[in-house]
T-cell receptor, first 111, second 118 residues
Framework: DAKTTQPNSMESNEEEPVHLPCNHS???????IHWYRQLPSQGPEYVIH???SNVNNRMASLAIAEDRKSSTLILHRATLRDAAVYYC????????????FGQGTELSVKP | GAVVSQHPSRVICKSGTSVKIECRSL??????MFWYRQFPKQSLMLMAT?????????EQGVEKDKFLINHASLTLSTLTVTSAHPEDSSFYIC??????????????FGNGTRLTVT
């Protein structure tokens, strides 16, 4: 399975932007970069995904490095409800669409 | 948005008994569903891929005779933990991919079932 590396934890202040990094140096050309988050005692929630170009949606933005060996999830204004574990996952084209979760980054948001 | 419902949300059972967990896609059809297990302070571990009308595909190290998966319709998959033991106590989470949908369409997750085996 393709691997990702994320910091174990990060802290942010409410209403400030948050940049969550992810390294995936072994990514292959057909792997999509997916981000999910998991709030306490809940199932994960889809955040965003992309292949090569930067992506924006109502939840976040995804900035993908030109060589695709790293990416950054950007929350433009953190709220207390954004406190969660954020998972960066490489979704491999030949794996039937399954997601293999790594350890993720636990984001805490301070008021 | 697409909703996946899991039932029950919590269950306590005695050692040696079996427990069935249901996973339903409420407003979409799902040819494929995935079952995960999560221990406290750990990440999700994929157990198996459930395909409607065919046998599930289990990940390495997951006992298929212990964790029985049935995906009898396009909106329902069930996981039965047979002869449960305390070490099976965990948070079980299902997810579903909307059909039709590309291989990269997002997965929708249920809110999990916390199983406690006494």
């Amino acid at each position: 399975d393709a691997k990702t590396t994320q910091p174990n934890s990060m802290e942010s202040n409410e209403e400030e932007p948050v940049h969550l990094p992810c390294n995936h140096s072994t990514i292959s050309g057909t792997d999509y970069i997916h981000w999910y988050r998991q709030l306490p005692s809940q199932g994960p929630e889809y955040v965003i995904h992309g292949l090569t170009s930067n992506v924006n949606n109502r939840m976040a933005s995804l900035a993908i490095a030109e060589d695709r060996k790293s990416s950054t999830l950007i929350l433009h204004r953190a709220t207390l409800r954004d406190a969660a574990v954020y998972y960066c996952i490489l979704r491999e084209a030949d794996q039937g669409g399954k997601l293999i979760f790594g350890q993720g980054t636990e984001l805490s948001v301070k008021p | 948005g697409a909703v996946v419902s899991q039932h029950p949300s919590r269950v306590i059972c005695k050692s040696g008994t079996s427990v069935k967990i249901e996973c339903r896609s409420l407003d979409f059809q799902a040819t494929t569903m995935f079952w995960y297990r999560q221990f406290p302070k750990q990440s999700l571990m994929l157990m198996a891929t459930s395909n409607e009308g065919s046998k599930a595909t289990y990940e390495q190290g997951v006992e298929k005779d212990k964790f029985l998966i049935n995906h009898a319709s396009l909106t329902l998959s069930t996981l039965t933990v047979t002869s449960a033991h305390p070490e099976d106590s965990s948070f079980y989470i299902c997810s579903a991919r909307e059909s039709p949908g590309g291989i990269n369409s997002p997965l929708h997750f249920g809110n999990g079932t916390r199983l406690t085996v006494t």
